[in-house]
């Protein structure tokens, strides 16, 4: 791999922000095959692939608000303007694609460690979706926790909806990410 490889691998980890308003185009179905590649190329303990993907596609958008709204009211949210709001969030983006993490009971690989595997493949997702020109914002809230959402799409309540990734394409420029001083974050251990 070259140095300017390295660079620009680098300049994308560093440049991929949440983005909150995305408009079209959204990636196109080799485009999403691409980065869902790479998704699943995370760190994955005896490969037991703890990560699915579910698209909703652009014309399915309104069915899932009501969806979110009905998860919403099995949380005990009874106020109508809220179950309204929630109905609308599907419309953020022109692509949503849901992330689950599917547990298995395993003798070597605990749950924490297949969720840290989704979080890497989706991870993995983002950057690939940035590398291709492209802008997300991974969300979940309180309805990735109703057990009555995780029911309507195949999961065990054990399961979890690791989040709603929102795909488009930024309305508008953001400013860089500012640098970050890893020396408040990382040090260096030695023993007693």
Do not use: C
């Amino acid at each position: 791999m070259t140095d300017s490889n390295i660079e620009t691998i680098h300049q994308n980890i560093h440049q991929r922000q949440s983005i909150g308003h995305l408009i079209e185009p959204a990636p196109n179905s080799l485009q999403l095959e691409k980065a869902f590649q790479a998704a699943l190329t995370a760190p994955d303990h005896h490969r037991l692939k703890p990560t699915r993907f579910v698209v909703i596609a652009p014309e399915q958008r309104a069915a899932f608000g009501d969806y979110l709204a009905q998860a919403l009211a099995d949380l005990g949210e009874t106020d109508a303007a809220q179950l309204e709001r929630v109905k609308h969030h599907p419309f953020r983006a022109p692509m949503l694609v849901l992330v689950l993490t599917t547990l298995q009971d395993h003798p070597k690989v605990p749950h924490f460690e297949q969720i840290l595997s989704s979080g890497a493949a989706i991870q993995n997702f983002l950057l690939s979706l940035q590398a291709q020109g492209f802008a997300s914002m991974w969300r979940s809230g309180a309805v990735v926790e109703s057990n009555w959402l995780k029911q309507q799409l195949g999961l065990n309540t054990q399961d979890l909806i690791s989040g709603i990734i929102y795909i488009g394409t930024a309305a508008k420029a953001i400013a860089p990410r500012a640098a970050i001083d890893s020396e408040a974050f990382v040090k260096v251990w030695q023993s007693l």
